[in-house]
């Protein structure tokens, strides 16, 4: 998945205000800024298989210290707990674990079987959405127009530019998808380790949207 973790980060101005959506960005995205890293120094990996799944031809052959079930969830402590260290704020702690976590759930759907319950071994979970392109796009599509309405409903444009860097970000995000379903297969397992890394400039732009937006009273 990808749009819809973007998606599920806008979606947690639900329930909290005291934050920049860079920061809900941040932790619904936690896990697969990790990834990249692992990929690039050979602890984690991924094959190109076309006909994998519908959806993407990458089979996801070991990756159990950013993906499988406990370790995101010792990820979700590790940010909320470092969060609540610095600003004292249990209930944002609490939901930038939670967006973290949720990283792995919206994963479930997607997946073929492939995402681990332990970093050890285990059963390999997964519900294959990924198998059927139009359920799949409906569901990104789905869930990131529902976080997007969610807080723009929650927060108010500082002038034009508060707009600007809100639905381009929406746009830009739909393209980048579009381009990955319907482009070319990737030729080169490092390659996509180093533009997954680039994922880090859409969380600064998640920072400038804060910037240019304030939480409604």
Known sequence: MFLGHFGAG???AAATRRVSPGTLLLAAQFIDLLWPFFLIFGIERVAIEPGNSVVTPLHFEHYPWSHSGLMVLVWAVAVGGLYFAFRKDLRTSIVLGVMVFSHWLLDIVVHVPD??????GGPMIGLSLWNSLPITMILELGVLATGIYIYSRRSVAKGRMGSISLWSFAIFLVGVYLGNVFGPVPDDVVAIGWVGLSQWL????????????VWEA
């Not at 995402?115 to 050890?120: A, E, I, S, T």
């Not at 859409?202 to 937006?213: E, N, P, S």
């Open 115 to 120: 995402l681990p319950l332990f970093p050890w």
């Open 202 to 213: 859409l969380i600064a732009w998640g920072y400038w949207i804060g910037k240019t937006r």
């Open 10 to 12: 806008f979606s947690a």
